[in-house]
């Protein structure tokens, strides 16, 4: 299919260890979003790249993330030494244009669902 | 900025009856609205989007969703229920003027048989 990918789909780590998750968006789309989902919420908005720029990284919760997207395609969300508290499933959109505005429908991959012990 | 709220975490209708599920938003200036569907173990797939064109939307799956701006609400709703309705739902908001969703905390829809 034509969708976002995402891998792992399910990722168990003990605490302290480094995590890479792997997002593939769609082909040719521009913008790629990192979302975090915790257990009984909605998504929440960590990390912003138009092409290979991290234009928006607010949402990161410490310096032990990090994500990237070195050739504007796929992207790698990495975790260094895990804590429970990053239990969550992680997210990955991808939409066509740069930006905000109507045209940037952004469309989401399965998601990775980390569980950290 | 910009917020969702969304009333009722867990809703309950049995099969063949109305689905009304409620997000209201708050946007300084004039939204993006969304809902996505959430099945076990899936990602978000877009239900339907308010763009501001038409204030009365259609989706997919029979759903459907009116962008009430005195009311600042754009609850979903779908005549009749089906089993396969039961899912996770979220609203969420954007502008055109940024590009990240906010998502509300969702509803999770029950139908009963």
């Known amino acids: 299919g034509a969708g976002v990918s995402q891998s792992p789909r399910y990722k168990v780590a003990k605490r302290g260890q480094d995590v890479a998750l792997r997002c593939d968006p769609i082909?040719?789309?521009?913008?790629l979003f990192w979302y975090q989902q915790a257990l009984g919420q909605g998504p929440e908005f960590l990390t912003y790249?138009?092409?290979?720029?991290?234009?928006?990284k607010s949402g990161l919760p410490s310096d032990r993330f990090f994500a990237e997207r070195p050739e504007g395609s796929v992207s790698t969300l990495k975790i260094q030494r895990t804590q429970q508290e990053d239990s969550a499933v992680y997210l990955c959109?991808?939409?066509?244009?740069?930006?905000?505005?109507?045209?940037?429908?952004?469309?989401f991959g399965p998601g990775t669902r980390l569980t950290v012990l | 900025a910009q917020s969702v709220t969304q009333l009722g975490s867990h809703v309950s209708v049995s099969e063949g009856a109305l689905v009304l599920l409620r997000c209201n938003y708050s946007?300084?200036?004039?939204?993006?609205l969304f809902w996505y569907v959430q099945y076990p173990n899936q990602g978000l797939q877009l239900l339907l989007k308010?763009?501001?064109?038409?204030?009365l939307v259609k989706g997919i799956n029979g759903f459907e969703a009116e962008f009430k701006k005195s009311e600042t609400s754009f609850h979903l709703t779908k005549p009749s229920a089906h089993m396969s309705d039961a899912a996770e739902y979220f609203c969420?908001?954007?502008?055109?003027?940024?590009?990240?969703?906010?998502f509300g905390t969702g509803t999770r829809l029950k139908v009963l048989a």
């Open positions: 946007s300084s200036v004039p939204p993006y």
């Open positions: 790249f138009q092409n290979e720029a991290q234009l928006d």
């Open positions: 969420a908001v954007s502008t055109s003027g940024t590009y990240k969703y906010i």
């Open positions: 959109a991808s939409s066509l244009g740069g930006g905000g505005g109507n045209y940037n429908e952004q469309f």
């Open positions: 308010y763009t501001s064109a038409a204030t």
């Open positions: 082909s040719g789309h521009v913008s």
